[in-house]
């Protein structure tokens, strides 16, 4: 599944998620959630991503990516995010 909004592209490997829902806690931004339909984690909110990288750190049947559309300026934990 690839899932993108203007900033962040994300590339999920839904045959390999065991449900742990890992990623959906770990989000700081409310980006992850369930779909029981799909039986898997899914970013249902790609805007809200402000590139921490905690979901894919997490993650451990290394389902997803997360690849940046922008270029990055700040640490996002630290500060309000810059794009270019
Ligand atoms: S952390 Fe990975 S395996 Fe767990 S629910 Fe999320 S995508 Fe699936
Ligand atoms: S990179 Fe961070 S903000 Fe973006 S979806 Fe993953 S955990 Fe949430």
């Not at 990288?53 to 997490?58: I, L, R, S, T, W």
């Not at 996002?76 to 810059?82: A, D, Y």
Request: net charge negative; aromatic share 8%.
């Amino acid at each position: 599944m690839i899932v993108t909004s203007s900033d962040v592209k994300f590339v999920v490997d839904t045959d390999r998620c065991c449900g742990c829902k890992v990623c959906v806690r770990r989000c700081i931004e409310d980006v992850w959630h369930w779909d029981p339909e799909k039986n898997c984690a899914v970013p249902k909110y790609p805007d809200e991503c402000v590139l921490c990288y905690q979901c894919e750190m997490d993650c451990k049947n290394n389902c997803i990516e997360v690849i940046p559309q922008v270029v990055i300026k700040s640490d996002p934990l630290l500060n309000k995010p810059q794009y270019e």
